[in-house]
């Protein structure tokens, strides 16, 4: 189970696997939960960017497919 952080609290510490090292990350909360919140995505500034996910080339190949060769029905 993960960590519960105060209602009011907006971001903490923790390791990010991405960097590999501790950063500071986003601390969310559902809608409608009254409690705390859990731990967000990293929002270090020198957070590595991989490039795009293979879902995401895919998506962009296809959109590029089809303006080449709009279909038909």
Known sequence: MGEHYPRGQ???EAWCARC???TLHRVDR????KGGGRLG???DT?????GLSK???KRRERAEREQ???RLF
């Open 10 to 12: 907006v971001e903490a």
């Open 20 to 22: 590999r090292r501790t």
């Open 30 to 33: 559902p809608v409608g939960q």
């Open 41 to 43: 995505p990293c929002i």
């Open 46 to 50: 020198k957070h590595p960017a991989l």
């Open 55 to 57: 879902e995401q080339v």
């Open 68 to 70: 080449r060769e709009p």
